[in-house]
């Protein structure tokens, strides 16, 4: 039975979901966004992170002008790590501004059925019916953990995307998996903490990004390139600001660039703080683990088929997130085989909508679709406008309805 009834139900309150939201919502549509603003990043990423992408690509979208990051905070300039808690607070301050109504709910279902043609069941029990929902929840249901790590028990095994506080495993020995900036951000962390890591990587050797110029000359501009919000490049530029291009290249070539483009490095920022205190094995490749006794004994080989044994106490797989349909257990079964998928992620339109009519994917699901741009921020400010000019069109409540004001913007006491 339903109890309601919206223009627009948006699950998720993270980034895309308030992005998302924004633009609907000044639009004259009528939207339920459920989810706690920025709830994914508050308390699932570490105490003492810090983002790795530049503060003028570290905004959400809104239809409106003052409410990008840097225009909460005109002081953080090029090559300034962003800390954790200043972008959860600055998302939390969007949500305030662009999107007063967001309910710290959770949608449990989203089903076919009902007068129009979705349901979606809350925690509370209240089934909201509408024509539209957007999916929009992050990176969490996607958590990759390698096949020879999967199935282990989660005192021994986890994923970098579980923890807010590392201090649990003080005076622990603590392996993490991984090359990229999580594995080695949370192996500094790690050591911060007092646990003593062990980084395992695939990898050759570690890679570090270079530190930014805020002012390149003429001639480093034409070498190397525009900036844009994945880094500096042209390729790379288009990548970042045109994603609606990235769409109609063969799949192929999109899978690639989403896997190649800023590929496993860690921030330069970082460089100094991995020292002594974090042990690094790259070039090695995990074939097996074992539980042994209270501890797990992982077996790796490098190239040469040389055999390492590393015992810990526990694991930590910083391996990534790989967005697969299956893994969304809110969508009904019914819905999780009825959206064509491709290697397990939504086939999608170019206007972010599924196979079946009225149900979007935004972020990381997106990302094989649109390219690199939707595993980051940056992203989202354009799903967000393509995804609400396509829903106002196509729903009959916002035909000639009048454009929903933008709200003011609140005075800043600084």
């Known amino acids: 039975m339903t109890d309601s009834v919206s223009d627009v139900v948006i699950v998720g309150a993270g980034p895309y979901g308030l992005s998302t939201a924004a633009h609907l919502q000044n639009l004259g549509l009528e939207v339920r966004i459920i989810g706690t603003p920025m709830e994914y990043w508050a308390t699932s990423m570490p105490e003492g992170m810090h ?4 503060p003028f690509a570290s905004s959400l979208g809104a239809p409106q002008d003052g409410l990008r990051f840097t225009d909460r905070h005109p002081e953080w300039r090029l090559g300034q790590p962003i800390p954790l808690d200043t972008f959860v607070a600055y998302g939390r301050w969007f949500a305030e501004q662009a999107v007063p109504d967001v309910e710290a709910g959770q949608v449990v279902k989203v089903e076919r059925g009902g007068p129009a043609g979705y349901e979606a069941t809350l925690a509370t029990g209240e089934v909201i019916a509408s024509r539209t929902v957007v ?3 992050g990176v969490g249901p996607f958590a990759h953990v390698p096949e020879e790590l999967a199935g ?9 995307g579980e923890h807010r506080d590392l201090s649990l495993f003080a005076g ?5 998996v991984g090359a990229g900036q999580s594995a ?11 646990a003593h890591p062990h980084v395992i990587a695939r990898r050759g050797e570690i890679d570090w990004n270079t530190v930014p110029k805020e002012h390149r000359t003429l001639g480093e501009r034409l070498r190397q390139g525009p900036r844009s919000g994945l880094g500096t490049g042209y390729r790379t530029w288009l990548w970042a600001e045109r994603p609606g291009v990235v769409r109609y290249l063969p799949e192929r070539t999109r899978l690639r660039l989403v896997r190649e483009t800023l590929p496993p490095a860690g921030a330069w920022w970082l460089r100094d703080r991995l020292d002594e205190r974090v042990r690094v094995s790259a070039g090695r490749r995990l074939v097996k683990a074992v539980e042994q006794d209270d501890v797990i004994a992982i077996t790796t080989v490098d190239r040469t088929g040389r055999r390492l044994v590393v015992e810990a106490e526990h694991v930590i797989a910083a391996t990534g997130f790989v967005p697969q349909v299956e893994r969304l257990k809110l969508l009904s079964p019914e819905l999780r085989v009825r959206v064509d998928s491709r290697l397990g992620a939504p086939v999608l339109s170019a206007n972010f909508e599924s196979s079946m009519p009225g149900l979007y994917f935004a972020g990381l699901a997106a990302a094989p679709t649109f390219g690199p741009v939707m595993r980051f921020v940056h992203g989202a400010n354009f799903a967000a406008r393509r995804i609400a000019r396509h829903i106002v069109h196509r729903t009959p409540s916002a035909s000639g309805a009048a454009r929903r004001p933008a709200p003011a913007l609140e005075a800043d006491p600084r």
């Open 184 to 194: 080695l951000e949370t192996a500094v962390l790690l050591a911060d903490a007092g």
């Open 135 to 137: 999916v929009a929840v």
């Open 152 to 160: 282990m028990p989660s005192w021994l095994v986890s994923h970098s």
């Open 172 to 176: 622990k020995d603590v392996a993490v």
């Open 51 to 54: 983002l790795k992408s530049e």
